[in-house]
């Protein structure tokens, strides 16, 4: 079945650093999604890709979607501590539903 | 507006008790969704329910049971429950499948 692996699970940054996390699918997608989770809390959606190669720009947030439609990338500029949280890419191949990955939690030092 | 409404927040069961978890949302959404949250594992696809009146398994339906009551609500039952059940449960809901999803704040269920 679909499977969808994000890297790294765990990553620890100073405040200021840059930080992206990968999404990687095991079949190709026709959407993609990236959501933030905030500890205790619950996944709110951040972006949404569907076309090949598509980059989406949020602030310090960019979002890639690769040309083979099979990985993401999200990536944060200059992290704060409000950057703080779990993020996870969430991809469909057209079934009505989304498939999570194993998500990647960040962790900003002040 | 509330958004996506799980009730309740925090439950503790006996091996072998049922329960159901309800959730409704007032979007007028017509996609829902249950997942589970277990540490290290991300969110996994219990059932959902493209449109009123259609149901189907997701990744990990076993042990469960679902049902649409109408548009705004879908509640998800676990018969018997077991400790490998123990988990975060979320409810999510989107205007179409393909759109993103609203959650809600979630349950924390302990099967002891």
């Known amino acids: 079945g679909q499977q969808v692996m994000q890297i790294p699970q765990y990553q620890h940054v100073q405040e200021g650093e840059d930080f992206t996390t990968y999404c990687n699918s095991s079949?190709?997608?026709?959407?993609i999604q990236w959501y933030k989770q905030r500890p205790g809390g619950h996944p709110v959606f951040l972006i949404q890709?569907?076309?090949?190669?598509e980059v989406k720009k949020q602030k310090r947030l960019t979002f890639q979607f690769g040309e083979a439609k099979k990985n993401s990338s999200l990536h944060i500029t200059a992290t704060q501590t409000t950057d703080v949280g779990t993020y996870f890419c969430?991809?469909?191949?057209?079934?009505?539903?989304?498939?999570f990955g194993t998500g990647t939690r960040l962790k900003v030092l002040a | 507006n509330a958004g996506v409404t799980q009730t309740p927040k925090f439950q503790v069961l006996k091996t072998g008790q049922s329960m159901t978890l309800q959730c409704a949302q007032d979007?007028?959404?017509?996609?829902m969704y249950w997942y589970r949250q277990d540490p290290g594992m991300g969110l996994r696809l219990i059932y959902y329910?493209?449109?009123?009146?259609?149901?189907d398994k997701g990744e990990v339906p076993n042990g469960y049971n679902v049902s649409r009551l109408n548009k705004r609500e879908f509640s998800l039952r676990l018969e018997s429950a077991a400790p490998s059940q123990t988990s975060v449960y979320f409810c999510?809901?989107?205007?179409?499948?393909?759109?993103?999803?609203?959650f809600g704040q979630g349950t924390r269920l302990t099967v002891v």
């Open positions: 979007m007028n959404h017509n996609s």
């Open positions: 890709l569907v076309k090949s190669g």
């Open positions: 329910s493209a449109s009123e009146g259609t149901t």
């Open positions: 969430a991809g469909t191949t057209g079934t009505y539903k989304y498939i």
């Open positions: 079949t190709t997608l026709s959407n």
């Open positions: 999510a809901s989107s205007y179409r499948s393909v759109d993103e999803a609203f």
